[in-house]
């Protein structure tokens, strides 16, 4: 069915796993497709895909996943080699392909991270871009949407669909300026490295970001790692957040009263709660297991050689040096790197680093281009920092002999 959006545009709505078959044979003959999602993350283990937005040459169109459910033929689009996938911030839009086909797009270009490139911009919401990019201005409304709620309306649908409507022309301005900056291989190289930390970061078991875990001994550390895992079991179980299951304050409070005595569990402010005697023995459990771990297996106890106090106020100030540095060159600093990055860039060049540790970010790559070899030629003298216009919003200036 196809419905008339504010903006004088037709779309195809897709409501049926037919007509999905039809917006999927129409689009396997272009070489490439944009597409953005409409999704609810706060009640759900996973974020509840409720809408596809889908755009291509002669093709809009809005896809209801609350009624269409069977989504392998569209996902399995993006597989081919022969076709590009255009996004903006894409990592919920991986992370829905990764858990229903568990592959990647074959060609993803994600237009945030080209601008990041090509500006000094990183990361660019949507709306700024386009209006940056293109000086057009998208849809405000509808910005509190539940998308679980059906039917949505015109506008709500027309708000959905200006997060692709732009896409192509963004994704084209966007290829001729790295193309013209010669940066097209870096943007290669960081869209491959941006997928492999989306992917490890849908499998990884991510108990180290606990809030409060700074300052735990290493067995409460071990304690709080087996508590993370039987926390996102329960969730997952349950179909909810995590942190409805148990909150990271009360996570960490266990850790530090270090019992599994049941009746001291439930003593703790904040665990007087009307499911606390079902969830009670497997958390008991998850805090023995912790407890009576050998030492040698608790978290925590790797050695690191730390940079004496100076390396940090150095790696500060050069960032701030390197940060103007890549205004100036149109890159966006916050892609390049942070202080803690240069911090660590330092503290390896100086001998600091553990033998066999990966190589630090800005020492690889296009990153080592653009900061690696001007750090190295400040290290030997070869280039000199000194301060420049104090009017300036950038007022270190770097000089290279």
Same mark, same amino acid.
């Given at each position: 069915?196809?419905?008339?959006? =504010?903006?004088?545009?037709?779309?195809?709505?897709?409501?049926?796993?037919?007509?999905?078959?039809?917006?999927?044979?129409?689009?396997? =003959?272009?070489?490439?497709?944009?597409?953005?999602?409409?999704?609810?993350?706060?009640? +759900?283990?996973?974020?509840?895909?409720?809408?596809?937005?889908?755009?291509?040459?002669?093709?809009?169109?809005?896809? /209801?996943?609350? =009624?269409? =459910?069977?989504?392998?033929?569209?996902?399995?689009?993006? +597989? /081919?080699?022969?076709? +590009?996938?255009?996004?903006?911030?894409?990592?919920?839009?991986?992370?829905?392909?990764?858990?229903?086909? #568990?592959?990647?797009?074959?060609?993803?270009?994600?237009?945030?991270?080209?601008?990041?490139?090509?500006?000094?911009?990183?990361?660019?919401?949507?709306?700024?871009?386009?209006?940056?990019?293109?000086?057009?201005?998208?849809?405000?409304?509808?910005?509190?949407?539940?998308?679980?709620?059906?039917?949505?309306?015109?506008?709500? !649908?027309?708000?959905?669909?200006?997060?692709?409507?732009?896409?192509?022309?963004?994704?084209?301005?966007?290829?001729?300026?790295?193309?013209?900056?010669?940066?097209? @291989?870096?943007?290669?190289?960081?869209?491959?490295?941006?997928?492999?930390?989306? @992917?490890?970061?849908?499998?990884?078991?991510?108990?180290?970001?606990?809030?409060?875990?700074?300052?735990?001994?290493?067995?409460?550390?071990?304690?709080?790692?087996?508590?993370?895992?039987?926390?996102?079991?329960?969730?997952?179980?349950?179909?909810?957040?995590?942190?409805?299951?148990?909150?990271?304050?009360?996570?960490?409070?266990?850790?530090?009263?270090?019992?599994? /005595?049941?009746?001291?569990?439930?003593?703790?402010?904040?665990?007087?709660?009307?499911?606390?005697?079902?969830?009670?023995?497997? !958390?008991?459990?998850?805090?023995?297991?912790?407890?009576?771990?050998?030492?040698?297996?608790?978290?925590?106890?790797?050695?690191?050689?730390?940079?004496?106090?100076?390396?940090?106020?150095?790696?500060?100030?050069?960032?701030?040096?390197?940060? #103007?540095?890549?205004?100036?060159?149109?890159?966006?600093?916050?892609?390049?790197?942070? @202080?803690?990055?240069?911090?660590?860039?330092?503290?390896?060049?100086?001998?600091?680093?553990?033998? #066999?540790?990966?190589?630090?970010?800005?020492?690889?790559?296009?990153?080592?281009?653009?900061?690696?070899?001007?750090?190295? /030629?400040?290290?030997?003298?070869?280039?000199?920092?000194?301060?420049?216009?104090?009017?300036?919003?950038?007022?270190?200036?770097?000089?290279?002999?």
């Amino acid at each position: 069915m196809t419905k008339p959006s =504010t903006s004088a545009e037709s779309f195809d709505h897709i409501t049926t796993a037919s007509q999905l078959g039809r917006l999927v044979d129409r689009l396997a =003959t272009q070489p490439f497709l944009a597409f953005d999602t409409e999704f609810v993350s706060e009640h +759900t283990y996973r974020s509840q895909l409720c809408l596809i937005q889908v755009a291509a040459p002669g093709v809009l169109a809005v896809i /209801d996943t609350l =009624t269409v =459910t069977e989504l392998d033929p569209f996902w399995r689009l993006l +597989t /081919d080699e022969a076709r +590009t996938t255009i996004v903006h911030a894409g990592r919920e839009e991986m992370g829905f392909i990764l858990q229903a086909i #568990g592959e990647r797009p074959a060609n993803l270009f994600d237009v945030q991270l080209a601008a990041g490139l090509v500006d000094h911009d990183y990361p660019a919401g949507y709306a700024a871009l386009v209006r940056r990019l293109l000086n057009v201005q998208t849809n405000k409304g509808e910005t509190r949407t539940d998308w679980r709620r059906r039917p949505l309306s015109d506008a709500q !649908l027309d708000y959905a669909l200006d997060d692709v409507r732009y896409l192509e022309r963004m994704w084209r301005k966007l290829q001729t300026k790295l193309e013209a900056t010669g940066r097209t @291989a870096w943007m290669e190289a960081e869209m491959a490295t941006w997928q492999d930390d989306v @992917a490890e970061s849908f499998t990884r078991k991510r108990w180290r970001r606990v809030s409060g875990l700074s300052g735990l001994s290493r067995r409460e550390l071990a304690v709080a790692r087996e508590l993370w895992h039987w926390r996102d079991s329960v969730a997952e179980q349950r179909d909810m957040p995590p942190k409805r299951v148990l909150r990271d304050d009360l996570l960490v409070e266990l850790c530090k009263r270090r019992s599994a /005595d049941p009746q001291q569990i439930s003593a703790i402010r904040g665990m007087q709660r009307s499911d606390l005697r079902h969830i009670l023995p497997g !958390l008991a459990d998850a805090i023995e297991r912790g407890l009576s771990l050998p030492d040698d297996e608790c978290p925590g106890g790797e050695k690191h050689r730390a940079p004496p106090s100076h390396v940090a106020v150095l790696g500060q100030f050069m960032a701030t040096a390197v940060a #103007g540095m890549c205004r100036q060159m149109k890159i966006a600093p916050a892609l390049v790197g942070t @202080a803690s990055d240069m911090r660590d860039l330092l503290a390896w060049k100086l001998g600091f680093g553990e033998e #066999g540790e990966p190589s630090p970010l800005l020492a690889t790559g296009w990153r080592r281009e653009v900061v690696g070899e001007l750090i190295d /030629d400040l290290l030997s003298g070869k280039a000199a920092l000194r301060v420049g216009d104090l009017s300036s919003s950038d007022p270190l200036v770097i000089d290279r002999g």
